[in-house]
């Protein structure tokens, strides 16, 4: 079972999905996770005929209590007030800076399809919504004060209120500490050492705490939204839901204060790029809006939705990742609408993933898009694609295809290392001179069945495969050699593909560029007589014939090589050099040879008459 269908199927009647975000600084893409799980609850709610909002809070009567990466001189002064009350930086036409960062984060929202109520805490405070509820806490501070000690072991002294005044002289609300509460107001000092990160003015006055002259801190501001907006699911990152932390602490808090259980929980693990976890205020990481800008929204919400929420979701936008990224989601699309073996699972990944419903049809392959925008011969990229389609794209595949093309486009400009980038090389690249003579003979082999094969990205690929069995090389080296010859780096596109982009003199010329000795290529590739033997006992069953053929390196005469081509079942041939290299003339090669093969056949191995030297 899909993991949003595990949420909704553990809810019943209405429900209210909440999420909310502090905007302290440019939202990192880290903050999409909580976004795009709860719209994924969300839809599942709906799919299943549950009636749900989903509501998205702006945390905006938070303190400033860090300063945005760079840019110090503007809000230093400001550190410790609300930010709604913080202006905007220079040049933005935003109100304050709350706004200045939340209007980019919510733009994300729009291209990905998340459509949320919107509310932002300086209109609840102001509008008198939490009075009662602040009001009920604050007559309970109490008890606050021992579900801190018990559940997360924070003692609080005795005259400590669960409070925030914003002060009357200086316009703090981090620098605040409410001491009494009495008559309906509340006692409060601005103090200078009560934080690090800004200096209260001492000013102490009496103030009511409703209507917006101050917020409740965090963790009891949590237990009143739960309260007052009647959420039923949210969910919250790694650091907020360990033992005896945030979340344990505000669940507590509304089961003693206002008798209610909590909201359904869905913890989840941190996004981490390259493997570490991002702050908006201190600029680390990768921002939302970046993110948003390389990725399609239907593969950036397959990234967040594919992996359960308990399990951490690591992006890195290099190529072996951001490719492996959209061949994950091209694969888990085809698979959804034409392979009759899909899992649920897959299939409630895709959709979820979809910005709106589109149903099937064809995607052009990422990997064959970047390079498509790299060779500079090839004008007709919508063309290109089209044939590998097989009929002209329709509105929707050519909409997709000129997002892929500006994710590509944009990689290369600002991810792209120079190693990453394809050049094709107009002379032989130094680098490939460092080729292992079985991989130079490889490209020699190579450019003779490509002479005569059928010049379609298939067609090659199949042939390489082949050439490698018969060279015989290990793939992995084989492609690098290709890589190496024509781009001077040791991996690519597909390589099938490159080639077919490619004239076919220019690659075969290319790939024979290279000399080779014979004796060299024999040692390394030859195997012993008896490796041989344990290679075909592993496979005899699957073996339907062998040709062999003698050949003796012409440069020196005293290597010998018996090359078995064997036919499996499955219809490829593979190559198996036996090496011979102690033996008196060629006499005594062809005798030791001819005796060996025989004593194959006796051991019922299907080898055809023993064949002549090879020339």
Sequence with gaps: MFWTEEVARRVSGPQIVNDSKTPSGRVHVGALRGVIIHDAVFRALQEHGVPARYLFGVDDYDPLDEIPAGQAEHFTPFLGAPLCNVPAPPGSHASDVAEHFIGEFFAVFAELGVRTEQYRMRDVYRSGRFNEAIDTILQHAAVVRRIYREVSGSKRAENWYPFQVICERCGRVGTTEVTAYEGGEVVYTCRPDLVT??????????????????KLPWKLEWTAKWKVLGVTIEGAGKDHNTKGGSRDVGAACLRE??????????PYEFFLVGGAKMSSSRGVGVSAREVATLLPAEVLRFLMIRTKPNQPVNFAADEKNITKLFSDFDRTHWRSYHDPKVTEDEKHAYLLSEVQPEGDFYEANFQLVLALLQLPHLLDLEGEVAKRKGAPLTDVELRHLQRRVATAAHWLEFYASEDEKIVLQQTLPS??????????AFLHRLALALESAAWDEDALQQCIFAVARLTPIEQPQAFQAVYLALLARDS??????????????????RLRELPYGLTEFWTESGITREQFEAWTAEHKSGITAIDAELALAADTQAVGVIEFKVTLNEGKTHMKRVLFETFDGV???QERAAAYIQALVKDGLPIAAVPPLKP
Excluded: H, M
Aim: proline share 8%; hydrophobic share 35%; charged share 20%.
């Design 197 to 214: 990160w800004a200096r209260g003015c001492e000013y102490r006055g009496k103030v009511s705490p409703f209507d917006g002259r101050g």
């Design 492 to 509: 690519g596109p597909k390589a099938g593909n490159l080639l077919a982009f490619l004239d076919r003199n220019f690659v075969t010329t």
């Design 587 to 589: 006499g005594d090669f």
């Design 431 to 440: 680098a490939a001179r460092g080729l292992r003579p079985t991989q130079v």
């Design 257 to 266: 204060i206002f008798g209610q259980a909590p909201p359904t929980n869905i």
